[in-house]
Each structure stands twice: as C-alpha cells, then as structure tokens.
C-alpha cells in the first residue's frame, strides 16, 4: 500500500488528487468543529454522555458522524441522510418502473437518479434536523425555549444541521469529479479515523491505572485489532472464480473466440451496507425507550413491555447479539439478491457465447449461479456477523467499551482498500504501452 501511494505522488496528475482529496477532508474536519448556536453545551454533553453509550439510534449516528452529533456541531448530521436516501432510492427502482427504466438508460439516467437522489437526501435531512431539533429540546439543551427567540433559533438549528448535510454531499461530489475514489466513503473514512486519537487516550487511560487485568488486556486488543484487519484484509480480496469457455466461431477467413476467462464472484459482495442496515433495524427499541416512561411499580403489561422487551435489546444482551447477526444474515441474502441476478448473468453469457465449463447454457448456468451465489453470500453474511458481534462479547466479557468496533474497521480498512485499487488502475492506464512501442 506504502509502495503504490509512493508511487502515485511521483504522478503530477494523481499527486494533484491526492492533495485535493486531503483538502476535502481538512475541509470537512473545519465544518466537523463548527457548533451550531443557541444550544447550552454543558447541558448538550450531559445528555449525549447518557444516551450516545447505549446502543440507540443516537450512538450509531455518532459513530458515523465522527464524533459530530454528540457535540451538535454543523455537520452533525454527517452522510446518514445521503445514505437513508440512497437506500430508499435502490429499493424503489425496483419497486417502481419509472426508476427502473431509468436506471437501464445509461449515464443519462444514472445522473437523473443521482439528483432525485440528492432531492430525497434533503427531504430526510430537513426531517431528521427537526427531530433532532426536539430531541436537544427535550434534553433542555436549548438556550431560548419560549417566545420570537425560540422561533428564530429553531428555524436557524434546523437550518444549520440541514446546511450540513448538504455541505457534506456536495464535498464528497468534488471528491467524485477530482479526487480519489468514492466521496462519501472518504467522508465516512475521515469522521471515523477522527475517533482514533480517542480510541488511543482510551487505551492509554487503561494502563494508567495500573491494575494487571488493563496491563495484560491493552496489548492483548492491539494484537487483536492487526489480527482483525488481516482477516478484513484477506476476506476483501477473496473470491471465487467460475471458470468460463467462449465458443469458436468462423467469420470470413478467420476464427474468432476459443479463449477462456473467469467469472469473478467475490465473498463480500454488500460490503458494508446489511450491517447498516441491521443497525438501524436493532437501535429502533432502544431509541423508543428513551420516549417510554418507566411504569414503575403498577400498569403490569406497559411494566412487561419496558423492562421484558426492551432491556432484551440492549446492546450488552446476549440476545441482541443473537438477534442483530441474523439480521445480518438476512439483510446480506436481500441486499446480494437485488444486485446480482443470475437469470441476466446467464443470459450475458449465451449472447457473448460464452458457458460456464460442464453446464448448459440457459437456465441450467442460471441456477449452477443461483447456488454458487448462495453459498458465497452465506459465508459472506457470516464473516459481516462476526466482525460486527465481536465488540459485543468482548465488551461483555472484559468489561472495556472500545472507541472503534469492528463495523468501523470494516468500513476504513474496505475504503482504504478500495482506494489502492482505484490509484493502482489510474497507474497503469497512465503507464500503458503505446502501439509503436
């Protein structure tokens, strides 16, 4: 990786989107640090010190917003916005046919999908800039509460948070047309590395005290960490390759095809994506229970309900942990089957002339893919489960919370990856053969 980013900054072209792309992150770092007026910020770290360490909704928008929410600075928000909208979006498509037909026209309707994208990202920003606007209202973490002043400060909280979030889409745009790799990956990348520092002072703060278990643990979870993003590493390249025969075939006085290929297949098809998803599925009890107030010691079904049902969905239960990896696997089963349809990669293939080795062309490669895929996408699903669990037992069974969990490795070392790939095959079209040499 150090190799190719050296060689990469001896390219004046690529040097240039280095350098622009590390703009972009400064940029989103400055905004990151920005608080946005009219809230009281001793009561704001209260409530984000009680709610942000509780597996809700709040905690898992902070961590993809870098730590940013939890301060209530102007990109609080961070991309979860784009990201809700872009989720709604590819569902759509294939639920409506308009947005399907545009999503089989080309670049034209991947740019008009794209900006419907962005119109739906607003939407839900301005919504969830309000909810949030309540939230912090209920907390009293607002400076003005009554009056012309409460009016004025909510309209311009809501402002900002949704000023923000659009910032954030348009930085990662630019990152799109003169950077490197995708921009708001970079985006999620940078707010999650920003939690390193914290991660370290957690550690350090551990070993301070001076007892043997922290003495005996701290570099036991550094030896984790290099040993988790090995096996990231290793599970982000892996693959399974079906090998593919294209027929011969006589045109005039010369044959054409005969070669072979392969048919890449990787094991992490969704990426990152079902753990999001179960994510959000798995924080919605735990929110609620924020709005729910205790029974106490009468109303015996409500009482049920609070302490029965809710307290299962804490994030340091064993069955939220059972609970949050089969969602995982169903979300990763749902997510690989919009994507990848056998039935068209089948069908690509015949008219290319090209066949799987052994299986008849048709129908039976489609279901001989059926079934690769479905056992790539179990093994799959299974490696995102664990990665995502693995803090839940750790934590339960060491006492210590970590800064950083395995979804935010997943994330940076995949980001990280991708990146080197992309710089990798800029390179090389950059260092091309010519035809007279």
């Not at 005290?209 to 979870?221: D, F, N, R, S």
């Not at 979300?331 to 008849?360: C, H, T, W």
Request: a positive charge.
């Amino acid at each position: 990786m150090l190799k190719t980013l050296r060689n990469a900054w001896s390219i004046p072209d690529l040097r240039r989107k280095i350098l622009f792309t590390l703009l972009i992150i400064v940029i989103y770092r400055i905004g990151g640090a920005i608080p946005v007026p009219y809230i009281d910020r001793d009561a704001l770290t209260a409530w984000a010190e009680s709610v942000t360490s509780s597996g809700n909704i709040f905690s898992y928008m902070n961590v993809l917003s870098g730590g940013n929410f939890s301060e209530a600075t102007l990109l609080a928000l961070s991309i979860q916005p784009y990201i809700n909208a872009q989720i709604i979006i590819q569902l759509l498509t294939y639920a409506l046919p308009p947005l399907e037909r545009l999503a089989k026209e080309g670049m034209e309707g991947r740019k008009k999908l794209a900006k419907i994208n962005k119109y739906v990202a607003l939407g839900i920003a301005t919504f969830m800039a309000w909810a949030f606007y309540l939230t912090l209202k209920k907390a009293n973490a607002l400076v003005y509460t009554s009056g012309f002043d409460k009016i004025f400060s909510e309209i311009v909280i809501i402002a900002c948070f949704v000023a923000g979030a659009s910032l954030i889409i348009w930085l990662g745009d630019r990152i799109n047309e003169k950077g490197l790799g995708n921009g708001i990956s970079f985006i999620l990348f940078a707010g999650i590395i920003a939690r390193g520092p914290q991660a370290v002072l957690g550690l350090i703060s551990y070993m301070m005290t001076g007892e043997v278990k922290y003495i005996i643990m701290v570099p036991l979870i550094l030896i984790f960490f290099v040993a988790m993003i090995a096996f990231i590493v290793f599970m982000n390249n892996s693959e399974r390759r079906i090998h593919i025969q294209y027929a011969k075939r006589v045109v005039g006085n010369k044959m054409y095809g005969g070669q072979s290929s392969y048919l890449p297949i990787k094991i992490c098809m969704s990426g990152v994506l079902p753990i999001i998803f179960a994510m959000s599925f798995m924080a919605i009890p735990s929110t609620l229970e924020m709005f729910i107030k205790d029974p106490g010691p009468g109303q015996t079904g409500l009482k049920w309900f609070y302490h029965g049902v809710l307290e299962v969905f804490d994030n340091s239960h064993p069955v939220y942990a059972v609970l949050y990896f089969l969602l995982i696997i169903g979300f990763n089963y749902f997510y690989v089957s919009m994507q990848y349809d056998p039935l068209e990669i089948a069908n690509n293939l015949r008219k290319s002339n090209g066949a799987v080795q052994g299986i008849r062309p048709g129908r039976p490669t489609a279901e001989f893919l059926k079934r690769v895929i479905s056992k790539i996408t179990l093994v799959g699903a299974f490696f995102l489960g664990f990665i995502a669990i693995i803090p839940i037992f750790f934590a339960k069974f060491t006492g210590l919370q970590l800064a950083i969990g395995g979804t935010s490795i997943l994330i940076v070392v995949s980001v990280a990856l991708e990146t080197v790939r992309t710089m990798e095959s800029q390179m090389m079209m950059r260092h091309h053969k010519g035809f007279l040499e």
